[in-house]
């Protein structure tokens, strides 16, 4: 099973920004997915999860009103819509699929993880 991010780049203070992370080999229809991130010297942190209805979304309170996270199930993808972003949103940002349904801030929660995709935010 392979978690594939993308969409990560350079960007100024205030742009915007649209991660995507595609599954392939399995379907994530019936799992939470969520978007954790890493700053240098930093824990990795949860951003944004979504239940496998999409009925449920929770976010980190750093991020709140500023992103957006969604899935389409028929695509086995989950994304990321990242607005007026700050200096301190930039890290490399994870995509992960949980063992469960719905939607957990615990990283231990999820068992499948993409490789990062670095988003780097100047000011």
């Known amino acids: 099973v392979q978690l594939q991010a993308s969409g990560g780049g350079p960007v100024q203070a205030g742009d915007s920004l649209r991660l995507s992370c595609v599954a392939s080999?399995?379907?994530?229809?019936?799992?939470?997915l969520a978007w954790f991130r890493q700053a240098p010297g930093k824990e990795r942190e949860f951003v944004a999860g979504?239940?496998?209805?999409?009925?449920?979304?929770k976010y980190a309170d750093s991020v709140k009103a500023r992103f957006i996270i969604s899935r389409e199930n028929a695509k086995s993808a989950v994304y990321l819509q990242m607005n007026s972003l700050k200096p301190e949103d930039t890290a490399a940002y994870y995509c992960?699929?949980?063992?469960?349904?719905?939607?957990?801030?615990?990283?231990?929660?999820?068992?499948?993880w993409g490789h990062g995709t670095q988003v780097t935010v100047s000011s």
């Open positions: 979504i239940d496998y209805r999409s009925s449920t979304t």
């Open positions: 080999r399995r379907t994530f229809s019936n799992n939470a």
């Open positions: 992960a699929a949980s063992l469960y349904s719905s939607v957990s801030t615990d990283s231990g929660n999820y068992r499948y």
